[in-house]
């Protein structure tokens, strides 16, 4: 294409295909205000290098704008300006001015292309958009079986018995307001995006299809459950609320029941009228126990200041009883305690004022309970010394043991004899538990074995005058211990005549000395079989 000559319509294309205006009633298009001014500024301009300059400008400016571009502004100013390109013009000006309007041609259809493809893809969009409320609608009652119960308030005893027909009424509409919000959604998407207006007519038409299965429907519950709340608001009110009075239950009770009826109200889906009038009947329900409960309050108040009162003459014996008590047992303020706590359950007090006064009491009891607490510690801290004690004493004698077993071999044998008889006695003065003293004496048992054989040895190397001596000397021993046997026999005999109720004074007297003669035998037999057994040790030693 030569460009420096003049263009024919041959040369360059017309635009795009353009929508035919709305026309007036000469028949002629019907042109825009921004149009209109942009004709009435193009032909004020004296040379076709200003005009191609400014409708130049104006194509520019209808494409970059934000928001849509105006492509019907700009086709028609390009023809506009294609008709300034055949006058006569300096070529160089042509030529700019021309690549300049060949490049906005350009980019106006690629513009448009991207666009397009954009509209396309919406396009695309809100048909799979529709055909997902189609395929809802038709398995809604598929999906309602799937769908979660709502949760009403737990405290509205009122509709209670029949939450199961209000949470399948309410289900449904849920579903259906969102179906209904989706379809306002989806109007609001088609009238916004760029297409034709075929494709707008024909989304519209299966729009309105399906409102016509949506709304419907949706009015027909939200009547059904609106004249359901409404019916169990007005059986709540004229149950409890006749003639201005509240009847039936307490005011906290019915408080509560109002304000679950208030909050159901907004969980339901009720139309704007049936909302209306529950809300002004419940609010006139509320008003009249808000009567009752600033009644309610004022009697609280008077119950409290006259509590306050008897409080504080308890407070007046409690802090005289305090000046008392450092000089009382713990026996005797308990007694003077509860005296009070008598005279307090005999009045008419407020929880908060007998927790207070019942703390102070307590706190009477306080230093004789540190008192006590302390003993405790005390008590506490000598069983552990006296355990800490046995302890090192059972340790003590289990060395001793360990060391005599040791050394028992190389010490004499009247030492080894004085140091096992030593360690005897401080076994029998310990005071452990039995299964203590058997471990022990299973300890015991090698030095036990140990003595034996020692006192063996030193038999074994006795004279035959001193082996006949001890023989003596033990069968002495067993005479003796024989004879101390008779005795004791014959002493028990004594001592149960004596213990007879038969007997007279004579007989009884004669016992006694008879008694006492042998308690001297039995005394005289022992002292004789210590003497023998030492002897017996003697040789032994």
Same mark, same amino acid.
């Given at each position: 294409?030569?460009?420096?000559?003049?263009?024919?319509?041959?040369?360059?294309?017309?635009?795009?295909?353009?929508?035919?205006?709305?026309?007036?009633?000469?028949?002629?298009?019907?042109?825009?205000?921004?149009?209109?001014?942009?004709?009435?500024?193009?032909?004020?301009?004296?040379?076709?290098?200003?005009?191609?300059?400014?409708?130049?400008?104006?194509?520019?400016?209808?494409?970059?704008?934000?928001?849509?571009?105006?492509?019907?502004?700009?086709?028609?100013?390009?023809?506009?300006?294609?008709?300034?390109?055949?006058?006569?013009?300096?070529?160089?000006?042509?030529?700019?001015?021309?690549?300049?309007?060949?490049?906005?041609?350009?980019?106006?259809?690629?513009?448009?292309?991207?666009?397009?493809?954009?509209?396309?893809?919406?396009?695309?969009?809100?048909?799979?958009?529709?055909?997902?409320?189609?395929?809802?609608?038709?398995?809604?009652?598929?999906?309602?079986?799937?769908?979660?119960?709502?949760?009403?308030?737990?405290?509205?005893?009122?509709?209670?018995?029949?939450?199961?027909?209000?949470?399948?009424?309410?289900?449904?509409?849920?579903?259906?307001?969102?179906?209904?919000?989706?379809?306002?959604?989806?109007?609001?998407?088609?009238?916004?995006?760029?297409?034709?207006?075929?494709?707008?007519?024909?989304?519209?038409?299966?729009?309105?299809?399906?409102?016509?299965?949506?709304?419907?429907?949706?009015?027909?519950?939200?009547?059904?459950?609106?004249?359901?709340?409404?019916?169990?608001?007005?059986?709540?009110?004229?149950?409890?609320?006749?003639?201005?009075?509240?009847?039936?239950?307490?005011?906290?009770?019915?408080?509560?029941?109002?304000?679950?009826?208030?909050?159901?109200?907004?969980?339901?889906?009720?139309?704007?009228?049936?909302?209306?009038?529950?809300?002004?009947? #419940?609010?006139?329900?509320?008003?009249? *126990?808000?009567? /009752? @409960?600033?009644?309610? !309050?004022?009697? =609280?108040? %008077? $119950? +409290?200041?006259?509590?306050?009162?008897?409080?504080?003459?308890?407070?007046?014996?409690?802090?005289?009883?305090?000046?008392?008590?450092?000089?009382?047992?713990?026996?005797?303020?308990?007694?003077?305690?509860?005296?009070?706590?008598?005279?307090?359950?005999?009045?008419?007090?407020?929880?908060?004022?007998?927790?207070?006064?019942?703390?102070?009491?307590?706190?009477?009891?306080?230093?004789? #309970?540190?008192?006590?607490?302390?003993? *405790?510690?005390? /008590? @506490?801290?000598?069983? !552990?010394?006296? =355990?800490? %004690? $046995? +302890?090192?004493?059972?340790?003590?004698?289990?060395?001793?043991?360990?060391?005599?077993?040791?050394?028992?071999?190389?010490?004499?044998?009247?030492?080894?004899?004085?140091?096992?008889?030593?360690?005897?006695?401080?076994?029998?003065?310990?005071?452990?538990?039995?299964?203590?003293?058997?471990?022990?004496?299973?300890?015991?048992?090698?030095?036990?074995?140990?003595?034996?054989?020692?006192?063996?040895?030193?038999?074994?190397?006795?004279?035959?005058?001193?082996?006949?001596?001890?023989?003596?000397?033990?069968?002495?021993?067993?005479?003796?211990?024989?004879?101390?046997?008779?005795?004791?026999?014959?002493?028990?005999?004594?001592?149960?005549?004596?213990?007879?109720?038969?007997?007279?004074?004579?007989?009884?007297?004669?016992?006694?000395?008879?008694?006492?003669?042998?308690?001297?035998?039995?005394?005289?037999?022992?002292?004789?079989?210590?003497?023998?057994?030492?002897?017996?040790?003697?040789?032994?030693?």
């Amino acid at each position: 294409m030569n460009l420096s000559s003049d263009p024919s319509p041959s040369d360059i294309d017309s635009g795009p295909e353009i929508e035919p205006r709305v026309k007036a009633e000469d028949g002629k298009p019907k042109h825009d205000d921004l149009y209109l001014q942009f004709m009435e500024k193009l032909n004020a301009f004296p040379t076709p290098e200003e005009k191609i300059a400014y409708g130049l400008q104006f194509m520019r400016s209808s494409i970059s704008q934000e928001g849509s571009p105006r492509f019907r502004e700009f086709w028609e100013a390009r023809k506009e300006i294609l008709v300034c390109f055949k006058d006569n013009i300096n070529p160089a000006i042509r030529s700019k001015l021309w690549n300049e309007y060949v490049e906005l041609t350009v980019e106006a259809r690629r513009l448009k292309e991207i666009l397009e493809e954009q509209s396309a893809f919406a396009m695309e969009q809100i048909d799979l958009a529709i055909s997902a409320m189609e395929n809802d609608l038709k398995n809604i009652g598929q999906i309602l079986e799937q769908s979660r119960e709502i949760q009403f308030p737990e405290n509205c005893q009122t509709i209670r018995q029949k939450s199961q027909t209000y949470n399948k009424i309410q289900q449904e509409l849920n579903l259906l307001n969102t179906l209904a919000s989706r379809l306002n959604g989806l109007r609001k998407e088609i009238l916004k995006t760029e297409m034709r207006m075929r494709f707008k007519t024909k989304f519209f038409k299966r729009l309105s299809e399906l409102g016509d299965h949506i709304f419907p429907k949706r009015k027909e519950l939200i009547e059904s459950i609106s004249a359901e709340f409404e019916k169990d608001v007005e059986a709540f009110t004229a149950k409890h609320f006749k003639g201005g009075e509240v009847v039936g239950a307490p005011y906290y009770a019915l408080r509560e029941e109002i304000k679950a009826l208030q909050g159901m109200s907004k969980v339901l889906t009720l139309s704007s009228g049936a909302f209306s009038r529950t809300r002004l009947k #419940l609010s006139d329900c509320w008003d009249q *126990v808000k009567v /009752l @409960e600033k009644e309610h !309050k004022k009697e =609280v108040n %008077l $119950k +409290r200041q006259a509590s306050s009162e008897k409080k504080d003459q308890f407070i007046a014996q409690i802090q005289e009883l305090a000046t008392k008590s450092s000089e009382m047992t713990l026996k005797d303020l308990d007694v003077q305690i509860d005296e009070i706590s008598r005279e307090m359950r005999s009045v008419d007090l407020q929880r908060e004022d007998v927790r207070f006064l019942r703390e102070e009491l307590n706190r009477l009891r306080e230093p004789f #309970l540190a008192a006590q607490e302390q003993k *405790v510690r005390e /008590l @506490e801290e000598a069983g !552990k010394e006296k =355990v800490r %004690l $046995k +302890r090192e004493q059972v340790v003590k004698v289990k060395e001793q043991i360990a060391h005599l077993i040791r050394e028992g071999a190389r010490l004499d044998i009247e030492e080894l004899n004085t140091s096992f008889a030593n360690l005897k006695e401080e076994l029998e003065l310990l005071d452990v538990s039995k299964m203590e003293k058997q471990q022990i004496e299973r300890s015991l048992r090698p030095l036990k074995n140990l003595v034996a054989d020692r006192k063996e040895n030193s038999l074994l190397h006795l004279s035959d005058d001193q082996r006949q001596n001890l023989e003596n000397l033990r069968t002495v021993l067993q005479q003796k211990k024989e004879r101390r046997q008779e005795i004791k026999e014959q002493l028990e005999i004594y001592r149960k005549a004596l213990g007879s109720s038969g007997l007279d004074f004579e007989k009884g007297m004669m016992y006694r000395e008879l008694a006492d003669q042998e308690r001297e035998q039995l005394d005289k037999a022992n002292a004789g079989i210590e003497e023998v057994e030492r002897k017996i040790s003697e040789f032994e030693l």
